[in-house]
Structure formats: C-alpha cells, structure tokens
C-alpha cells in the first residue's frame, strides 16, 4: 500500500501514482503532485505535468481551495489556516484568497465548463503573507502566492479578485497554450491572464462590457501613487503617472511596440496591445463580456495556440475561434477583425466571400455623383465568371 | 565596488532601479556590500528561468551584468539584493 514515504522519491513508476491518486488521502495526493510536478518541472517535461494531473485527477465538479500562511517566510506552503468549507478566519489575506479563487474556481467552472487550473480538478492552493514585504503574487507553477506589499506603494496583494483571476489564469495557461513566458508569447501569457482576471472580477460583480471600468488591479496601489490601477485595457498606457512609480509605459498599438530586455521582452508592456484588442471586441459586441468575446479569447487558449505563438498568430486564431463558434462572417468574427486591424495587425486570412454578415471592402475614395460612375470592384468579374459556370 | 540593480515584471510590472557604490559607503557597510556580494558569487548562478509574474533582477557588479528570476534566487543572491535594494532606496 502507498504510504506518505513514497512521494520521498524522486522518481515514481506511473502506477503508483495512479495508486495513490485512487488510494491515498489528500495530504498524500498532495505529496505526490508535488513531487512528481517538481521533478517534472526540473528536468523540463511539460508532458510529464500533464500525466501527473491526469493520474491525480478529481471527480468533476469538486472546488477544494487550501489557505496557508507563510507566516512572512519564504517558506512554501506554510502553515495550513483554511481549507474547503472551513469558516472565515479574521485575518483579511486568508479570507480573501479563500474568496478570490473559489470566485475564479467558480466562473471558468460555470462560464466554460472548466473544472479547475488544469481541467481535472486540481486543488488550489494559496499561501498568503509570503516574505517580507513583498510587492508581488505569483503563480508558481504548482501554487498561488501572495505578498502583503509594502505598504508604502503597494497594498496587500489578495486585495483585488482580477488580481487572483489573473495568477490563476497563469495556470490556466500553463496547462494549456503553456505560452513561453518572453517577448510576444509571453505578452500573450500576461495578457490572457489579464483578461480573465477582468472577466472573473465582471462576472462577481455582474457588470457588463459598457459598465466595467475595464481596469486591472484597482485597490492595489495605496494612497500615495497616483494612479487609478495598475493597466488599462481601455486606454493602455494611463493607468498611472507617479513621481515614484513613473508612468505606466504600455503600447495600445504596434507602432508603439516596445522593444526592451528587462520584463522578459516587457511581457507586461506590449501585452497593453492585445488587451486592448479584447476591450474592442468586448465593447463593440455589447452586453456580458465573458460570454461572446470571453468564449473566443478562451477557445483561442485553449484550444489553437502553442507555446511560441506570437500576436499574428493570436489575431488569426481569435479570428478563426470566432468563426468556427458564430460563424464566418458573424458579427463577433467582425469585430475581432476590426479591433485587430485597430492595433495595426491585419487577419493573415480573412473571408471575403461567404456568409450573410459580410462586410465588403468599399472604395476609399468618396465621389458625391452617382456610384454607377465608379469602376467595378475587382472581385465583380471573377463573381460574374463564377455565375456562369 | 558599484552594483546596480533593476528589478522589473512582478504582477504590476512596474520597473525599479537601485544603485549602489561601494565608495560612497562608510567602512562596515563597504565591508559588508563587499561579503555579500563574495558570498552570491560564489554560489552556482541558476540560468534564467522566466516564470509568470516573477521578479526579474538585472544585476550589475563593476560592469559584469547577470539575470536572475525571483523563482529560482539562491539564499545568497536574495541577501545581496535585499541589502542592495534596501540600502539605495
């Protein structure tokens, strides 16, 4: 029978795992994953991390959410202070963490059907008060961690729900696209975490695209910093402007795209551009933003980039995404094209000649006489050819 | 002996810059920059692992520049750059 001393290993034959997956109790479940996902993660196998998440996959349906208290430690987990279904504690970070990814648990659960981080139940855990003063949270690969700020610039970290949204999304992604985290993959990484965080944050709070503020991180900055939130999908680039903090650097179109080294290739940078593709496409469709543009953004991550896809690539499976869900030529399939175009990246492949809602590209120039004057468009002969046929 | 350091990305991805130089330090304190940063390259430096959200810190000790991620910090390096960064703010 497996027993807690197994997961000391550093290796471990596939069935045991799957042994103790059915078997074990949670703290051995637990024991295992983090074994298996840590040697996995040393020698570089992604592949290897999904065989652990498919061997210690859940019943669907089950949110399991794990608060630990890194008691200022560097020390990961920490000590246990919350697990599902336990009562509220009186210390803010823990409540909030408890809060903050049952909310995410629950909107990629009823929004996209998706049971957790990796789409098998994984538990999620969260260790809050982690170092000393530290201005960060983090999806490490395996866990949530939160830092309590340093109260100078920044507030605790748990303090905002897309802020929990956006590192979950990190796991999401890890699972899925798995974006390599540099340059303009790693911007898309940052950016699809930057969307669901909003997304899970509009659906709480049961705002619509028109209604949201379209902010990330609102209530993280403290007083002293001037600056409404931390990015802007609706406006890149004013989020803020602080003699301390400086201003806030993102591009909204190519033209500005930012080429530097710090940031990993400025992934926190350029990802404005794409962002503010999703506000468009958000706000041009109207009503629930995680519901027509959040389904494309979610297809397109899950299911039609890789690794080193890059914003071309992104634009074209958003656009791809659209048409397969709403279909060619859809007015969701538009707008993706449209909010794309508006960033200066132009759909590799559009349609241009099927379906009911196509738009057709008109003549730029404007004569106020009769249009009978102007030439015919070029694709008119080709369309008579076809007629004929 | 001068070390600069940036730290950039984190959640905020707001960028920070620090420096500090050895001369315009008084004795203890020189001596102590100087111990720390022997002791942090002294350790096997891990390559550049990105990772979400992670702290990046671009290191430079008398012109010679390393990277290093947040994730992956020996205890060596978190002490210099925790002194470096608390010193020069």
């Known amino acids: 029978m497996p027993d807690s001393r197994i997961c000391r290993c550093s290796i471990i034959p596939p069935h045991i795992f799957r042994n103790i997956a059915e078997h074990g109790d949670d703290q051995q479940r637990a024991q295992a994953r983090h074994m298996l996902e840590e040697s996995a993660e040393v020698r570089g196998e992604r592949r290897a991390l999904s065989l652990v998440s498919d061997a210690l996959a859940l019943p669907a349906g089950e949110k399991r959410r794990t608060i630990y208290d890194a008691q200022h430690t560097r020390v990961l987990p920490g000590k246990l202070v919350r697990g599902e279904g336990a009562k509220p504690t009186k210390d803010a970070a823990v409540d909030e963490a408890y809060d903050g990814s049952g909310a995410t648990y629950d909107f990629y659960k009823s929004i996209y059907k998706r049971n957790s981080i990796d789409g098998r139940g994984l ?30 610039l920044f507030n605790r970290f748990t303090a905002a729900l897309d802020i929990i949204g956006h ?19 790693g911007a898309l990484n940052e950016h699809f975490s930057d969307v669901f965080g909003i997304l899970v944050k509009q659906h709480k709070l049961k705002l619509t695209a028109a209604k949201s503020d379209w902010l990330i991180g609102v209530g993280l900055f403290t007083k002293q910093v001037h600056g409404a939130a931390v990015r802007s999908m609706k406006a890149p680039g004013t989020a803020y402007d602080d003699k301390v903090v400086g201003k806030d650097p993102q591009p909204a179109h190519m033209k500005n795209f930012a080429k530097i080294t710090a940031d990993n290739g400025g992934v926190h940078v350029n990802s404005g551009i794409p962002n503010h593709v999703f506000y468009r496409v958000a706000t041009m469709l109207g009503g629930k933003a995680w519901e027509v543009a959040g389904q494309i953004w979610y297809d397109t991550l899950t299911r039609r980039l890789t690794r080193d896809s890059n914003f071309q690539a992104c634009a074209d499976a958003t656009y791809a995404a659209a048409g397969e869900r709403y279909g060619a030529g859809s007015a969701p ?4 094209f449209d909010a794309w175009k508006a960033v200066g990246i132009d759909i ?42 | 002996m001068r070390v600069s350091i940036e730290r950039s990305g984190g959640f905020a991805g707001i960028a920070v810059r620090r420096e500090v130089d050895g001369a315009s330090l008084d004795e203890l304190e020189a001596a102590t920059l100087e111990r720390l940063v022997h002791d942090a390259v002294s350790v096997p430096q891990p390559l550049p692992r990105p990772m979400p959200d992670a702290f990046q810190y671009d ?20 002490r210099l750059i925790e002194w470096v960064m608390r010193r020069a703010e």
């Open chain 2, 59 to 78: 290191v430079n000790i008398d012109g010679h520049a390393r990277t290093l991620i947040e994730t992956d910090l020996p205890p060596e390096w978190e």
């Open chain 1, 167 to 185: 590192e979950l999304t990190h796991g999401v992604t890890q699972y899925t696209a798995a974006l390599e985290y540099r340059d303009q993959s």
């Open chain 1, 348 to 389: 590799s492949a559009p349609i241009v000649a099927s379906g009911p809602r196509l738009k057709v590209a008109k003549p730029t120039f404007t004569m106020p006489t009769a249009a009978a004057e102007v030439p015919m468009m070029p694709e008119a002969p080709a369309r008579t050819r076809a007629a004929r046929k």
């Open chain 1, 333 to 336: 399939q538009h707008a993706v």
């Open chain 1, 123 to 152: 538990r999620i855990d969260s260790s809050v008060h982690y170092g000393v003063n530290f201005s960060n949270a983090q999806w490490n690969g395996r866990q949530m961690l939160y830092g309590d700020g340093d109260g100078k």
